[in-house]
T-cell receptor, first 115, second 113 residues
Framework: DTAVSQTPKYLVTQMGNDKSIKCEQN?????MYWYKQDSKKFLKIMFS???????INETVPNRFSPKSPDKAHLNLHINSLELGDSAVYFC??????????????FGPGTRLTVL | GENVEQHPSTLSVQEGDSAVIKCTYS??????FPWYKQELGKRPQLIID?????GEKKDQRIAVTLNKTAKHFSLHITETQPEDSAVYFC????????????FGGGTRVLVKP
């Protein structure tokens, strides 16, 4: 059940700080995503990467910068954290080839609290 | 862009009864429709999905129907059990648009024993 993993699970920090969340998948998938789930549970895509190339970049403040060192990792760096950034951030991945290229598998989430 | 509406936002049912959640989508190019179940503090987990070339799909107590003309799809859970209590999300995807999933707002289902 750790096919898509994220660290840390919880992150509490002060406004203005810079923080990173890491995601790794061992499924051999080529595409990885970041989603934000707000306090009302609404899930919204932020970014997707396909084999280290940025594919989807939603209207996200440029304080958020994804980085993909290889196709098994997609990290999220956030600069100058604001109160409104408090949320649960989910990483997900999907395969590029085969029958289920559309199926996304989610990581356990990182609960970010900005004080 | 795609917009997905989900109803109801909360649903309370007696154990053993059926639960139905309905979603509508706006973009007729959408061709993949997954349903995710999210328990408290956990990750969303795929429970069933349907592609646009199919009208209905069933897996044990859960089934999904798709009406492409009306642009709506529904999740049906029969013989509900307390462990079915969770938040359920529908989603729609245009596969040619980078696998972007647009989620509905979620339905909190409570199954009362």
């Amino acid at each position: 059940d750790t096919a898509v993993s994220q660290t840390p699970k919880y992150l509490v920090t002060q406004m203005g700080n810079d923080k990173s969340i890491k995601c790794e998948q061992n499924l051999g998938h080529d595409t990885m995503y970041w989603y934000k789930q707000d306090s009302k549970k609404f899930l919204k895509i932020m970014f997707s990467y396909n084999n280290k190339e940025l594919i989807i970049n939603e209207t996200v403040p440029n304080r958020f910068s994804p980085k993909s060192p290889d196709k098994a990792h997609l990290n999220l760096h956030i600069n100058s954290l604001e109160l409104g950034d408090s949320a649960v951030y989910f990483c997900a991945s999907s395969p590029l080839a085969g029958e289920r290229t559309d199926t996304q598998y989610f990581g356990p989430g990182t609960r970010l609290t900005v004080l | 862009g795609e917009n997905v509406e989900q109803h109801p936002s909360t649903l309370s049912v007696q154990e053993g009864d059926s639960a139905v959640i309905k979603c509508t989508y706006s973009d007729s190019a959408s061709n993949y429709f997954p349903w995710y179940k999210q328990e408290l503090g956990k990750r969303p987990q795929l429970i069933i999905d349907i592609r646009s070339n199919v009208g209905e799909k069933k897996d044990q107590r859960i089934a999904v129907t798709l009406n492409k003309t009306a642009k709506h799809f529904s999740l049906h859970i029969t013989e509900t059990q307390p462990e079915d209590s969770a938040v359920y999300f529908c989603a729609a995807m245009i596969k040619a648009a980078g696998n972007k999933l647009t989620f509905g707002g979620g339905t909190r289902v409570l199954v009362k024993p």
